[in-house]
């Protein structure tokens, strides 16, 4: 079968409402997914170096357990394995007017845990990198252990855990796909029913393919654009706020990151 280029060339530049819904709900799964899987690392990252061995083992355990878990699986079981269990069991909502599916609320909860467990280690790293002798210091000018986190230990870690923080989410935004095996629609999943009924499954696949390159590019731009702001004492430009930081960025292509996981 020849390759259909009209038909092609119609997916990218008219791809229809519900493509774009799908889309829609393949960004907001990813964000919220990811929110809640740094909130998670950051408790979890904490916990992990907390002086109370219960605490740190709990928190070790549940990165051990967690990452050793394939994304799939956990999407698996909080949408069907535990109401399969009858411990729980996702139902459809309506917030505001907008209907959230069963499926969508097991897909965010799932990608959440598993990013917790790297996000986890990520904070944990990244707290560790900041020097000893400047906390040492603060707590004895009478800072306290929110005042020293606040604004000695997170401005600091900030710079060594968002490069892989974003980097994360640029996998977030890909791992998001499989949640079309629990039935969320989002762009992987319409294109497999689009491709059903077309036939025509290797253009869209290179559709959806650009769809993801397109997304993740964003991304990476947004990221290095961040990196740059965070990294200003390292340049020899001046960035002194957000306009100055992408003009730095584009002009030396600063903060630019690669892949942690594919």
């Known amino acids: 079968m020849s390759f259909d280029w009209p038909f092609f060339w119609g997916r990218l530049v008219n791809p229809g409402d519900a493509y774009i819904t799908a889309l829609g709900r393949t960004i907001v799964m990813a964000i919220l997914a990811m929110a809640l899987g740094v909130l998670i ?7 992990r170096l907390s002086r109370f ?7 070790a355990f549940y990165v051990w357990f967690v990452r050793g878990i394939p ?3 956990l999407l698996v079981f909080f ?3 535990l109401a399969a269990a009858g411990l729980f069991r996702f139902s459809d909502v309506t917030i505001l007017g907008f209907s959230i599916s069963a499926s969508f609320q097991a897909a965010v909860v799932a990608l959440a845990i598993h990013e917790g467990a790297y996000m ?7 707290i560790q990198a900041v ?3 400047q906390i040492e210091a603060a707590k004895s000018v009478g800072m306290g252990t929110w005042l020293l986190t606040r604004r000695i230990v997170l401005p600091q870690a900030t710079r060594v855990i968002v490069p892989p923080l974003g980097n994360d989410f640029n ?4 791992t998001t796909s499989l949640a079309s095996v629990i039935g969320v629609q ?3 999943q319409l294109t497999e029913s689009m491709s059903a009924t077309t036939f025509r499954t290797f253009e869209l696949l290179i559709a959806v393919s650009l769809t993801y390159l397109t997304l993740t590019t964003v991304w990476n731009v947004v990221q290095g654009i961040i990196e740059t702001k965070l990294r200003a004492h390292e340049l020899d430009a001046s960035v002194r706020n957000w306009r100055e930081a992408v003009q730095v960025y584009f002009r030396t292509g600063a903060g630019s990151a690669g892949e942690r996981r594919s």
Do not use: Y
């Open 120 to 126: 986890a280690e990520i904070v944990r790293n990244g």
């Open 131 to 133: 020097a000893r002798g």
């Open 171 to 174: 996998h977030m935004l890909k």
């Open 186 to 188: 989002e762009i992987f």
């Open 71 to 73: 994304v799939l699986v």
């Open 41 to 47: 690392g950051v408790i979890v990252g904490f916990g």
């Open 79 to 81: 949408f069907s394995g």
């Open 53 to 59: 061995k219960l605490l740190s083992g709990a928190c």
